[in-house]
């Protein structure tokens, strides 16, 4: 598989590949993570300020790739701080995205083992995954897109039919007083909603396939934004559904949502196994574009042409990785280290590279 963008992606896959890779796992735990750091029903404001954040931030990294059009991150943080740094960078990037491949497909077994396929050993799950993202990702970053193409818009209706079908159990009154407490615990969940769109980074990584690149900005528009509604919808029917406190007896708050409710009538009157089946989908989405960018990476920081040797080398690290945590709170614990870590990587390193970069320019300017 090539690494020099040979391929290349349409604004409309461009924008699939971002929101894919920001909905994942994360979803399923966000209205519990985001109300356990807020302690009001306010975690909706908090996502509309991260969102809003987010959406500035990616505006300065598209500014970055605009500088190196052809250069993925790997290639040119090289060139803005030299080769020996850029390399130590472009590896610790590297391992970042190892351990979020490791992390996705841990989170689709802990998800299948709990809801679909009780008492089936984790490794008879693990496995098929790592296989099939193989299989996928050997096709490069056009045969990611065409599959996103399908899996998007099925995500996408049927997550919000659910959510909507659940409307009659919403009761205003759990969302009141809006900023009782003012905004201070709003600000104190930003933090935990701003790690909820880790994934944003991906146009670092995607912007040299894009075709037109004049027209990035509605990759970044809708990117970040339909992630932005589903964060925000799904957080307000949850706590609306549950109250404070009963969203913080839940692990997976969005599942039980979905079956508190019954629709009489219908073919389906239990949707949390539909739904299962497709968010695993969704979260295998969020794997492959993972382990597409550490293989892409190692070619990149090791300058060979194939991504092949690097894909086959790294599946037994994620499958060892994967298997890590002792059970699904130590892999919710994986999750928090992860945003973490994406905070420093790509909300503050880039932005650094930026400056540097920009002053760099201007010198050579004037020189």
Partial sequence: MNTKPTDQVSIAQSVMLMVNFILGAGILILPRTITDKVKTPDGWISVIISGLIIMLLVFFLVKLCKQYPNETYFQFMQ?????????????????????????????????????LLQGTPPWAI????????????????????????????????????????????IDIDNLRPVLGNGIKPVLNGLKTTSLSFSGFESILFIFMFIKEKNKVSKTIIFGIGIPFVFY????????????????????WPVLTYIRSYDIQGLIVERFDSLLLVIWIMQIFATFI????????????????????????GTLPFIYIIACIPKDINQTLLMADTIGSAAFYLFGIVPLVLLVISTVRKKLNEKM
């Fill in 289 to 312: 574009i993972a382990l597409y960018v550490c293989s892409l990476g190692m070619a990149q920081v090791f300058k060979t042409k194939s991504m092949n040797p690097f894909l086959f």
């Fill in 126 to 169: 693990l496995i098929p995954f790592l296989w099939i993202g193989l299989y996928l990702v050997l096709g490069g970053i056009n045969s990611i897109a065409r599959m996103l193409e399908i899996i998007f818009p099925v995500t996408v209706l049927f997550f919000l039919l659910v959510i909507f079908l659940g409307i009659g159990i």
């Fill in 79 to 115: 060139k803005i701080i030299g080769k020996w740094l850029g390399v130590g960078l472009g590896l610790i990037v590297i391992l970042y995205y190892v351990v979020l491949s490791a992390f996705e497909v841990r989170a689709m077994t802990e998800t299948t083992r709990l809801f």
């Fill in 232 to 251: 925000t919808i799904t957080v307000i029917a949850v706590v609306g559904a549950f109250s404070v406190d009963g969203v913080l007896l839940q692990t």
